[in-house]
């Protein structure tokens, strides 16, 4: 009976540790960022809104000023930019990702490689943070910070 016991308490210690669990919401978090990078790879402007927040706040590399956005207004912003190039290649480089109860951080660096319609290919390196919520079992993006590296 002894050993029952000593099973079962290793047992739900395994089960139940928050490492194991922080593991899984890591995966998690790392693929719906990887997602977005997809969606905006694939010029996809319902798939990038879809992994926001109802409402997300951003600061952007190319405005000085933050935005709050709805998932309407998302959507239209995006296909915006994609309106506006020809092609648009994000590249992760060195992400780090963090997981604080229900808050994900994932900051690092993206190389993004545009072509203008109507200029020359472009590439910047661009410093990023993103904060994700998990909501319903599922990772959102709440807001970012991105700034072009000089």
Known sequence: MKQVVV???VLLAVLY???TVRGAD???LKAAHEATIKAINARDAQGWAAGFYD???RFSAEDPFPAESDKGSL???AQNVLATRESWTVVPVNLQYRVIGTTGIVWGYHRDVVK???GPMQSHVIRVLFVYVKSDGKWLRAASHLSALP
């Open 7 to 9: 099973v079962a308490v």
């Open 17 to 19: 540790n928050p490492s």
């Open 26 to 28: 890591l995966d998690e």
């Open 55 to 57: 409402r997300e706040i």
């Open 75 to 77: 959507v239209a912003a």
């Open 116 to 118: 203008p319609k109507d």
